[in-house]
């Protein structure tokens, strides 16, 4: 595609509720990154891809957060019974290999916990 | 761990006028590129400049550059000519490892007409 999709643009879950942000990179791009940006904050690391590899998932804050890539192309962040604190907008960036270029983000998910 | 620290929470600026947002980082990389990054209310991330460390060159993009002091670790970016479509969140980036990035705090840039 002509960039980074992001869907839900929008999301509300209560407390307790599994909720799954889905992000479909531009074509081509083999790296693929998720970050998480709390409101008034700079984006923070949660984990990349290479392919269908995961090869650091190092900023993920618990276990409860899952990330997958099964073939290489679109991915999908779950979060299992979310809290409070989930409450952030989640983005989704791609690129080729060495990400030199820079890095081509989506429009994020906002999640709200309530 | 690896900090990048924008120092400047808020600017604003005259249309058309000049600005300068700092930044500073620190990496334990050698060769490595530096970002700044634009976000609109849209939220989506626009990559508005890029700096490759071993390039002593400052970068220039149209009404965009950098002052990039590679011994200081410091990577300002100047706006000329503000325009009320300059209006955002600027982030400044530099990477953490291979592949990474680590943005700052946000400068929020305000054009007055």
């Known amino acids: 595609g002509a960039g980074v999709s992001q869907s839900p643009r929008y999301k509300v879950a209560k407390r307790g509720q599994d909720v799954a942000l889905r992000c479909d990179p531009i074509s081509g791009h083999v790296s693929l990154f998720w970050y998480q940006q709390a409101l008034g904050q700079g984006p923070e690391f949660l984990t990349y891809?290479?392919?269908?590899?995961?090869?650091?998932k190092s900023g993920l804050p618990s276990d409860r957060f899952f990330a997958e890539r099964p073939e290489g192309s679109v991915s999908t962040l779950k979060i299992q019974r979310t809290q409070q604190e989930d409450s952030a907008v989640y983005l989704c960036?791609?690129?080729?290999?060495?990400?030199?270029?820079?890095?081509?983000f989506g429009s994020g998910t906002r999640l709200t916990v309530v | 761990a690896q900090t990048v620290t924008q120092s400047q929470p808020e600017m604003s600026v005259q249309e058309a006028e000049t600005v300068t947002l700092s930044c500073t980082y620190d990496?334990?990389?050698?060769?490595?590129?530096l970002f700044w990054y634009k976000q609109p209310p849209s939220r989506q991330m626009i990559l508005v400049i890029r700096q490759e460390a071993y390039k002593q060159q400052n970068a220039t993009e149209n009404r965009f550059s950098v002052n990039f002091q590679k011994a200081a670790k410091s990577f300002s970016l100047k706006i000329s000519d503000s325009q009320l479509g300059d209006a955002a969140m600027y982030f400044c980036?530099?990477?953490?490892?291979?592949?990474?990035?680590?943005f700052g705090q946000g400068t929020r840039l305000t054009i007055n007409p």
């Open positions: 891809f290479q392919n269908e590899a995961q090869l650091d």
């Open positions: 960036a791609s690129s080729f290999v060495t990400g030199a270029e820079g890095y081509t």
């Open positions: 980036a530099s990477p953490q490892g291979a592949q990474k990035l680590v």
């Open positions: 990496t334990s990389e050698s060769d490595y590129y």
